[in-house]
DNA sequence: TTGACATATTCCGATATAGGAATATATTTG
DNA sequence: CAAATATATTCCTATATCGGAATATGTCAA
């Protein structure tokens, strides 16, 4: 077996960095292609590429401008990174570090009661 | 070319479904690579491969224990995803919108005021 | 030392990529 | 209709994967 398709899900998606340069750009503003070309310096080609599978994965929607295809983001296709990630932010941030310390007060304090 | 590795950072490592799974367990405590084994109802070698990977990437440190190797996670490396994902919440989240709305307030407050 | 147990590595094969180049498919304009 | 513009698709090739099976490495115990 091989590696799952890119257009699997978003976490496969957005495994490519090119890709992520896209959303950034578009969470700025919707964009014809050739904005997107100009702005990432990339090929036509390429960039239409990525769309697609940004597209297949729902991160993306278009709508048709005369000759030109016009992007937007979709950013409730990334809700299950950013879920699935959340819950491994207490393992650095030091938000939890105080909420800890906040803890660990209120259980001494309570010891001292007994 | 062909797609990036999946050592290449934490983005590619964490495409891979399983190794999502075994950082999940890996969040509740430490574990040897058997645990992981039965826990996830896969063969050895598989998890064994899918471990190198995510230490590659330093999403886990291993341990030696005996004939055994504990490996626990190292959120850390899982930042990155976190901090590129979160600029994306605002698209989805409701509390953005109530956001919205008391900017939207205060902005018709200051209107009325003028 | 010889097993037994725990883990890592290697070899295999099917598959999907990403970029580059060329080309196809609209759509507008003269 | 023809030329120009904007975008999508196809063909090509090198490369890296993933799972399964077999095997290698390492460590403990009798």
Redesign the interface.
Known sequence: MA??A?TTDA??A????RR?QI?NVL?RGERPVNDLVHELDLAQPQVSKHLRVLREVGAVEVRGDGRRRVYR????A??P??D?????????SERFDQLDAVLEDLKKEEDDGQ
């Open positions: 590696r799952a890119t976490f496969n957005i495994a490519e960095p992520r959303l969470a983001l979709n950013g409730e990334l809700r990174i950013h699935w990630v959340k819950d491994f932010e207490q393992t650095w």
